[in-house]
């Protein structure tokens, strides 16, 4: 939950990234609290409505599920949810970017596909 | 239970300070009033809190009008700016003798946290209001919003004066008090991207007249800076609501603001970007924006 | 309401304490500039009594003194902070005239006891004159209050007006100490002269008829007034 927040995407959405994060990383595990939308809030200044926002689309996501009168907890499977997520998106926001700025530059598919393969050690 | 109101005139010397403003607070938000020196800010939370009269309209809470009417009145604060300048009267008075009276007059006054503000902020309450600086005088108007305990509590330019990290103090403070009592407040400010991130909505006022107010971030979100080549430019925007043209040789910047169902047409070669709350405003109510 | 009588009473306290510290001045610079001659007085009997009963009438003074400058006070400063405070308009009018009686009122009640428990022909005589003493007061109340709304609304009149009365006061202060007034028989001279000069009805008539002015025009102001700090 150490992260800061940058301009270029809704402060909701990047808080419902960061948690997913952190899930991913270990630091929340499957069936522990994450932190309350006032603690949110109070971390990163911002106002409790968009923290809210954040952890609401999580719960719609169910990667993260309510226990009434207790908080957000992270649900069995997140983990593995957020991965095939971040995995669909996964080509839409980098393959297709890094396709139509490699045909901006003239690249060809072929040396593009060479290009990758030299990088993926 | 609302604050609303309605068709809000304010004339001064003849000149329309308010025109017609209609606005409805709900409770439980922070709301955020941005608008240039001069926009009206101070005049319309004067008129909203009934301590300076309209020329014309009504300003009710939960149906009641607000005008002399004690059961309102008690539910709104309205912690001024402070001019504590020779001439006025106030600076003369102690912080003591001007916390004591505010605490007389709100009756949920917190004499708790007034103590402990008092020392987080390292204020002398023995010290004369003309014998501190600008950023004192904030802090003074901090706490009195704050330990008002007031359901309806309005600020205006609380940060003046204050540095950056007793901004960043401010910030918390009130967000804490937010989230254990989901008191409304209304803050106006000309620090606008600090506070971007606290306020829930936010009211742009702009000479007189309400521009914009809804959800910050919808606001935030229907902006978008396109730049590219000129004509590229004026072809992708076409039909949408443009402000602030920036021009630099053959390329053209300008700021848009999207209706719902509307899109910049991407088909050109023009780079597309979100903006932030601030830039938002200078392009809505910049000096170029009067096209 | 409440809170704002306790707003005013505390405030009428406070002015009391104000005028009871000019009083203690005032009888100070009395007794060091007396000579044993005085307490002679009018009567020829060496008098502590004597002494003790010029004491109210330094309070009246003093009260006069305090009412003048509260009243321009009170309009440029105070009622604009009670209104920014969130305070009804009609409950700091009310407010503001309770705290005028209860200082004239508990001035005028400090005095006639005094009087009233020291055996001294001064006594006698400043206890015949105390309902002119009162009326005195109200009419020294509107008058400090229309000084203090014509400051209000127009400033630079105001300015003149108060700059013009204090001078005065000062000038008849300073004439007063000169030619040694703050003694016994020129200032109850000055009292019992004004007693005999103008007859009782008509000075309560002037209060009264101050008093409507002061109060039409001070609620003819209140009632749109803009709070500008």
């Given amino acids: 939950m150490n992260g800061r927040l940058t301009e270029q995407k809704s402060i909701y959405l990047q808080i419902g990234e960061m948690i997913e994060t952190d899930i991913l990383r270990g ?33 719609d996501e169910g990667i993260l599920y309510k226990r009434r009168g207790i908080g957000m907890f992270v649900s069995k499977g997140a983990r593995d949810k957020i991965l095939s997520k971040r995995r669909e998106a996964f080509a839409e926001n980098h393959i297709a970017p890094m396709v139509a700025e490699a045909k901006s530059l003239d690249i060809t598919k072929e040396k593009l596909v060479t290009m990758i393969e030299e990088k993926y050690i | 239970m609302s604050l609303i109101c309605e068709k809000i005139v304010k004339t001064y010397s003849g000149k329309d300070v308010l025109q017609s403003v209609s606005l409805e607070l709900q409770e439980g938000k922070i709301y955020g009033l941005i608008g240039r020196n001069g926009a009206g800010k101070t005049t319309l939370l004067s008129v909203l809190t009934a301590q300076n009269p309209a020329s014309s309209g009504s300003v009710t809470l939960d149906g009641m009008p607000v005008w002399e009417n004690r059961r309102a009145l008690e539910k709104l604060c309205f912690s001024r700016e402070l001019n504590a300048n020779a001439e006025s009267g106030l600076a003369a008075m102690k912080v003591k003798e001007y916390l004591r009276i505010a605490a007389t007059y709100y009756e949920g006054w917190d004499k708790e946290m007034e103590g402990r503000l008092l020392n987080l902020f390292h204020l002398e309450v023995k010290k004369k209001l003309g014998k501190l600086s600008k950023g004192m005088l904030s802090m003074v108007t901090i706490i009195v919003a704050l330990c008002s305990k007031s359901p309806y509590t309005f600020l205006d330019e609380p940060v003046a004066g204050l540095d950056v990290v007793a901004r960043e103090q401010f910030y918390k403070l009130l967000l804490e008090e937010y989230a254990a009592t989901g008191r409304t407040f209304v803050i106006s400010t000309h620090i606008i991207e600090e506070a971007a991130n606290v306020l829930e909505d936010v009211i742009i006022l702009h000479e007189g007249k309400i521009l914009i107010q809804g959800n910050t971030q919808a606001f935030v979100d229907s902006a978008r800076y396109v730049s590219g080549k000129a004509e590229d430019v004026d072809a992708a925007v076409k039909d949408l609501e443009v402000h602030h043209t920036d021009i630099i040789g053959r390329s053209k910047g300008v700021t848009v603001f999207l209706k719902p169902g509307q899109t910049v047409d991407e088909s050109y070669d023009v780079s597309v970007q979100t903006v932030n709350l601030q830039q938002a405003f200078v392009a809505l109510c910049g000096e170029e924006a009067q096209q | ?206 209060a009264a008829a101050l008093l409507a002015v002061d109060l039409g025009v001070q609620w003819l102001l209140l009632r749109r007034r803009e709070v500008k700090f």
């Fill in chain 3, 1 to 206: 309401m409440r809170r704002n009588l306790r707003f005013w009473s505390r405030y009428t306290w406070e002015s009391m304490e104000a005028e009871l510290i000019a009083m203690g001045a005032f009888v100070l610079i009395s007794a060091v500039s007396s000579d044993p001659l005085w307490t002679k007085g009018m009567s020829g009997q060496s008098g502590w009594t004597d002494y003790l009963a010029l004491a109210p009438f330094y309070l009246i003074v003093a009260a006069v003194i305090c009412i003048m400058i509260l009243g321009p006070g009170s309009q440029t400063l105070y009622i604009p902070l009670l209104i920014s405070n969130g305070e009804p308009r009609k409950n700091i009018f009310w407010g503001y005239q309770f705290h005028r009686l209860l200082l004239v009122a508990a001035t005028s009640v400090i005095a006639g006891l005094t009087w009233l428990l020291i055996p001294s022909e001064i006594s006698d005589a400043c206890l015949s004159c105390l309902p002119m003493i009162v009326t005195g007061l109200v009419i020294c109340s509107s008058a400090g209050n229309l000084l203090g709304s014509a400051y209000v609304k127009w400033k630079w009149f105001g300015m003149v007006a108060m700059v013009l009365f204090f001078g005065v006061c000062g000038g008849l202060g300073g004439w007063l100490v000169s030619t040694g007034g703050l003694k016994i028989p020129a200032v109850s001279l000055l009292t019992l002269g004004l007693t005999t000069i103008i007859p009782s009805w008509q000075m309560a008539a002037l």
């Fill in chain 1, 27 to 59: 630091i929340l595990l499957e069936e522990e609290q994450v932190p309350s939308t006032n603690e949110l809030a109070k971390l990163y200044t911002i106002n409790p409505a968009t923290a809210a926002k954040g952890v609401n689309l999580l719960v």
